[in-house]
Structure formats: structure tokens, C-alpha cells
């Protein structure tokens, strides 16, 4: 797990600034956003699971949890043993929220609480001090700040300065288009081939 510090002073290391005199870190901080937006639009998503209790009068029916883009699996029953069939769950919007109905007549969610299987988006809102990058995606944000920094570095360059830098951030491109390819080919980035889109997210 990296900082979101330690990738500021990384990045600046590989674009020949050490001390941020010419990118600051908050411009650093800018560009590793960027990039997790990049992760984002790519379609790349984190496996994450939540214990949901039902609302209280609202019979089967639950808010989804914001953290959720998809679900792919809902558990319930004692110690979340019983694995809910997709036709007895479904999505329905409520007060512009999205919830998830439970069928009427199923037992496995009488307990008031179930496990929600699911997935959510990268963070595209990183802070300096101490915020750190979701696991897994640090090489990628890494590599990729440093090609957004060495361009934006070597437009206020000259010379072989500015050629190097340009260097820098064509390499670094590449590299980076390669791990989001990696990253793509793992299945915990990716949502299950029978995983709900949550509506509205």
C-alpha cells in the first residue's frame, strides 16, 4: 500500500524535481487524480463486501450502500451461509435512491441483515497527508503521473531539457497503458459476467 505522499515524492524523483520547485505537489496531487480517473473510465473496479442490515419498517427492502457500483452476490441466513438467488432480489429506485427488493415470500433475509458481494470505483479524489492509493492500482497511478508530470514539465522546457522530459513521458505512457492492460486481465478489476449494475451509479 503506497501513500498518496510517497507517490508525490516518487514522481518527482523520476521528472529530475526532487525538491518541487518546478511541479508542486499539489500540481502532483492533480495529476495522480488524473490518472485514477483514467482507471475509472477504463472500467476498472475494486471487489468490496458489506454487511447490510434492512431499514427498520421497511420490510425487504434495503439502500444500497454508496460504495457499490455492481453486486454480483447477496448472502443471508445465520453467519451469511445462504446464497440468495438472483430472481428473488431485484433493484428498485425509492426517493432517488437506489434499494434492493428482497422477494416478498424469502426467508434468508428474515434476520434483518445480508452480505452484499459487489464492486466500487477506484478513489478519483486522492488528498495529500495521509491518503493512500487503493491496493493494487499504485504501479499504474505511479507510472502514470509521472508521464502527466514530465509533459507538463517539458512544456515550460527547452532544449534537450524539454526533449528529455518528453522522453520520459512517452516511456512512462507506454508502461502505463501496459499495466492498465494487466490490471484489465484480473478478474477483482473486473465486474463478474453476472454482476447488477446499480442503477443511478
Known amino acids: 500500500m503506497a501513500s498518496v505522499n510517497a507517490i508525490v515524492q516518487e514522481v518527482s524523483e523520476q521528472v529530475g524535481d526532487t525538491e518541487l520547485e518546478r511541479i508542486t505537489k499539489e500540481q502532483v496531487l492533480i495529476l495522480i487524480n488524473a490518472a485514477a480517473r483514467d482507471l475509472i473510465s477504463y472500467g476498472l473496479v475494486i471487489g468490496i463486501t458489506d454487511n447490510t442490515s434492512l431499514s427498520a419498517g421497511s420490510g425487504s427492502l434495503i439502500i444500497v450502500p454508496a460504495s457499490f457500483v455492481y453486486i454480483h452476490d447477496i448472502w443471508g441466513g445465520a453467519s451469511f451461509q445462504t446464497w440468495i438467488p438472483h430472481s428473488h432480489w431485484s433493484f428498485q429506485i425509492v426517493s432517488s435512491a437506489p434499494n434492493i427488493l428482497f422477494d416478498s415470500e424469502q426467508q434468508d433475509v428474515s434476520s434483518g441483515t445480508v ?6 470505483r477506484p478513489s478519483a479524489s ?45 516511456k512512462s505512457m507506454q508502461e502505463s497503458n501496459e499495466l492498465l492492460q494487466t490490471l484489465g486481465a484480473q478478474a477483482h478489476f473486473r465486474p463478474q459476467h453476472y454482476s447488477r449494475a446499480v442503477p443511478l451509479r
Not at 499504474?140 to 509521472?146: E, S
Request: charged content about 10%.
Open 115 to 120: 452480505q452484499l458481494n459487489g464492486h466500487a
Open 126 to 170: 486522492y488528498a495529500l497527508g495521509a491518503g493512500t492509493i487503493d491496493v493494487g492500482f499504485e504501479a499504474f497511478i505511479r507510472v502514470r503521473t509521472v508521464s502527466y508530470s514530465a509533459q507538463q514539465l517539458a512544456q515550460i522546457s527547452e532544449g534537450a531539457a524539454a526533449a528529455n522530459l518528453e522522453g520520459i513521458s512517452t
